[in-house]
């Protein structure tokens, strides 16, 4: 199933006779932005208010979120071409015709102008109401195809984001446990210093002050190590795709995701104990940050 996004235009413009005497056109145009949920917007002529229920019907069933707005107006002309009468139609003028002189014999015939008018005004019109619905639903087949195409944009562009996590989260790997051990020697180092300035170690035991130095520095390996986040991170990117392979109405999943994503990557520049995962960090959250802004689009 396809990604669509919430961002699209479409119009249609359809030719239909209004009456005997003009034509009409009607010009459906349809604008659709990202929204939380289906907001339909209507601007429609006098003569077909009337129909705003069918059409919020036909664009409820065809999408679920976004704000859309439907513009139709109709502008008629005159036809000045003249109609090719009908057998049905003569005949029915002829009848009329013969009633009318049985009871009024002085009547004159009909004109072969007054035969044109007569057929021209008696034509069967097709209802503007009708042709307004099937001009709508061009206009919202339309709209779902320009709202896939930018669907399938927003798409590319979340998976390139999400191998570009991916190889941030691959290279800040490796760099975890030399950060943890050097951070653990630097306490150890710190903690002697600091029983020596204070004069401590005569009176406590040496083993249990290494014993006490290991517990806190294992405290503080723990603290600092990022294993866990990354772990999640590449967790949140399978889901990410998985979704964008599947498609449809996934709108909201992503923005909930997103927010898993932004929360790994805080935690992992709060607890970085090194330059280069603090690096890693700030790209990572840039790159959220622009996946954020686009999933907001997506349906």
């Known amino acids: 199933m396809a990604v669509y996004s919430m961002t699209g235009y479409a119009s249609t413009l359809v030719t239909a006779a209004a009456d005997g005497l003009s034509r009409a056109h009607l010009n459906v145009e349809l604008r659709s932005v990202n929204g939380r949920f289906l907001d339909l917007v209507f601007k429609l002529p006098d003569e077909l208010r009337a129909l705003e229920p069918t059409l919020r019907e036909q664009l409820g069933a065809a999408f679920r979120r976004g704000k859309i707005e439907m513009r139709l107006a109709t502008?008629?002309?005159?036809?000045?071409?003249?109609?090719?009468?009908?057998?049905?139609?003569?005949?029915?003028?002829?009848?009329?015709?013969?009633t009318v002189q049985s009871w009024l014999p002085q009547a004159r015939g009909l004109s072969v102008n007054e035969v044109l008018n007569w057929c021209r005004?008696?034509?069967?019109t097709e209802r503007l109401d009708d042709v307004a619905l099937q001009a709508t639903a061009q206009a919202i087949a339309a709209l779902r195809e320009a709202r896939e195409r930018e669907g399938a944009k927003l798409s590319a562009m979340l998976r390139e984001r999400t191998q570009r996590l991916r190889a941030l989260a691959t290279q800040a790997e490796p760099l975890v446990p030399a950060v943890v051990k050097r951070q653990q020697e630097r306490f150890l180092e710190r903690w002697r210093e600091a029983l020596d300035s204070?004069?401590?170690?005569?009176?406590?035991?040496?083993?249990?002050?290494q014993?006490?130095?290991?517990?806190?520095?294992?405290?503080?390996?723990?603290?600092?190590?990022?294993?866990?986040?990354?772990?999640r991170l590449r967790?949140?990117?399978?889901?990410?795709?998985?979704?964008?392979?599947?498609?449809?109405e996934l709108g909201k999943r992503l923005d909930f995701l997103i927010q898993e994503l932004h929360r790994e990557a805080n935690t992992l520049g709060s607890k970085s104990a090194a330059l280069e995962l603090t690096g890693i960090a700030v790209?990572?959250?840039?790159?959220?940050?622009?996946m954020r802004e686009q999933v907001q689009n997506i349906e």
Not at 121 to 124: F, L, M, V, W
Not at 202 to 207: A, I, L, Q, R, Y
Not at 211 to 231: F, G, K, M, Q, Y
């Open 198 to 209: 204070a004069g401590a170690a005569g009176s406590v035991p040496p083993e249990a002050l």
């Open 75 to 98: 502008q008629r002309e005159a036809d000045t071409a003249w109609p090719r009468p009908t057998p049905e139609q003569l005949n029915q003028l002829s009848r009329l015709e013969g």
């Open 121 to 124: 005004g008696s034509a069967a």
């Open 235 to 248: 967790a949140h990117l399978d889901e990410i795709e998985r979704l964008l392979k599947a498609g449809g």
């Open 283 to 290: 790209e990572m959250k840039v790159l959220i940050e622009q």
């Open 211 to 231: 014993e006490r130095a290991l517990s806190e520095a294992a405290t503080l390996a723990i603290r600092i190590d990022v294993a866990e986040e990354l772990s």
